[in-house]
């Protein structure tokens, strides 16, 4: 555990806190050892405390985004996969305890047992050291994945951008029409166009009509950029 508190730079006042974190139920329930307690409560804790410091930064961050865009954001940052992700940065799996029959069974490289235990010790972080003790972390092993987000396309959302931005100009929803498909049902190629108050405003094409609709929003959402730029200089 000693080695375990180094990586995550912080050494526990109550280790007991942690082993408890690094309980998985199998192990708790095994044997003789069925009166030990189980990282469950930590853990329900611990996604508590998660959720409030990613949202305390995605409010701090994101002023003006709308609530619907900050959850979005956050269900990028906080899910089974994005914990999995840290936890193999932490190589958390090797300290969980688990059951001889869940080691077998490949438990320490399962997804939703590396996710739960890390929530569980961030729960152990908070109850150790308050707030101080683990923001810290999810700053560092969290948050930190928001530039990877911001960077990547295929993390966007371009028809919630632009229903967004529409509904914050009060011009209502943009209307996709399908005017095109070309190719056999197995490789089909959709266009789409996306309009705004009848006027057309971009255009996709993609594999499917979804993929579509995300391109027109994302040429879309250029066009507008480029004409509040056009209409910027002209006032100036």
């Not at 942690?18 to 329930?29: G, K, M, N, P």
């Not at 611990?46 to 956050?74: A, R």
């Not at 969290?142 to 967004?164: C, P, T, W």
């Not at 914050?168 to 943009?174: H, I, L, S, W």
Request: aromatic share 8%; hydrophobic share 35%; glycine share 10%.
């Amino acid at each position: 555990m000693a080695e375990f508190q180094d990586k995550i730079q912080h050494q526990f006042a109550n280790v007991e806190l942690l082993r408890v974190a690094l309980t998985h139920r199998s192990f708790a329930r095994s044997g003789e050892k069925d009166w030990l307690p189980s990282n469950e409560r930590l853990e329900f804790l611990g996604d508590s405390i998660l959720g409030m410091v990613v949202s305390e930064f995605l409010y701090n961050k994101f002023p003006t985004k709308s609530e619907g865009g900050l959850t979005k954001l956050k269900s990028l940052l906080v899910n089974e996969t994005a914990l999995f992700r840290v936890s193999e940065a932490l190589d958390l799996g090797r300290y969980i305890l688990l059951s001889p029959e869940e080691e077998r069974a490949g438990g320490r490289t399962r997804v939703s047992i590396n996710a739960d235990t890390l929530e569980a010790v961030f729960g152990a972080l908070y109850l150790d050291g308050g707030l101080g003790a683990v923001r810290p972390i999810i700053g560092r092993y969290v948050i930190s994945q928001m530039e990877k987000i911001e960077a990547d396309d295929s993390f966007r959302n371009y028809k919630g951008e632009l229903l967004e931005l529409m509904q914050g100009r009060g011009e209502g929803m943009p209307r996709y029409e399908v005017i095109e498909e070309r190719g056999p049902d197995h490789e089909k190629t959709f266009t789409v166009v996306v309009f705004t108050n009848g006027r057309k405003i971009g255009t996709g094409l993609g594999p499917s009509k979804k993929d579509a609709e995300q391109e027109a929003a994302a040429e879309a959402l250029r066009t507008l950029q480029v004409e509040k730029e056009q209409s910027n200089e002209a006032a100036t």
